[in-house]
């Protein structure tokens, strides 16, 4: 029987509201690789803030003791598809950085929108303030950061995303991401929302549907064979790229409008035990 590959969102999809997975959840995916599946954790969180998640689920060690003649793999797709990442081998396959000039345009733009905005320079989140907004996101994504407002003779390496955040009012948001996107800006950076509070940027030639594409091609594993799952926006390309594309019961209907089959249960529920046992 030909292996399956199966991509899951990180929030509101593999893991519970409380940021943790289940006992049952937790031996289905360990389960799932010991049968020579491959999992990968499909998030628009930083890679190091992936990885930390899958210390905390305590499945890693599960394959590093197992048969590498037998065992499946574990693989990241970071900051919305733009670092496709071995997490065994701890090494990058495949890099989408947003231009440093796009970056500080778009930096611009929401200081003049006063609007927060952040991004991520080597595992260093580099916000233009320390305000209500970087601390409600820091809660969860655990880095360290810098406030600098200009990117540009600062930092060398271009980062992968930036994501702008409003915790009182999508509708600014919705704006901010119109005026991007009718601008030249729209033609080499994609946005989209991630939940209802963050509105994410990043290469058009990036999206965790695009990494679905190039880590199948990468493992010679046919589209087919993969499964996604998800519960937000920036989960659609993923969800339509994957021969099953999954929405959690929780999902935005957005995303349960375009996918083969919605969980009866949530991400609270084991719906990924569902998932698992029904596709995989």
Known sequence: MDKKILFTDLDGTLLKDDKNISDITRNKIIQMLLNGNHFVLASGRPVKSILDVLDSIQIKAAVLNADKSTVGGIYATAYNGALIYDCIADRSIEEYRVPMDISQQLFDMAIEAQIHIHTYISNT???????KELEFYTRNVKLPFEVETKLIGKYDLAPFKLIAID????GRLESFRQRIEESELGKIITCAFSNDNYLEFYSNKAGKG???INLCKYLEIPVE???????EENDVSMVSAAGIGVALANANPILKNI???VTDNDNNHDGMV???DKFV
């Open 125 to 131: 989140i580099i916000s233009i303030a320390e305000d």
């Open 167 to 170: 915790l009182e009012d999508r």
């Open 259 to 261: 996918a083969d089959y």
């Open 225 to 231: 064979n993969a499964i996604a799952a998800g519960d």
């Open 210 to 212: 695009k990494a679905l």
């Open 274 to 276: 569902e998932i698992i």
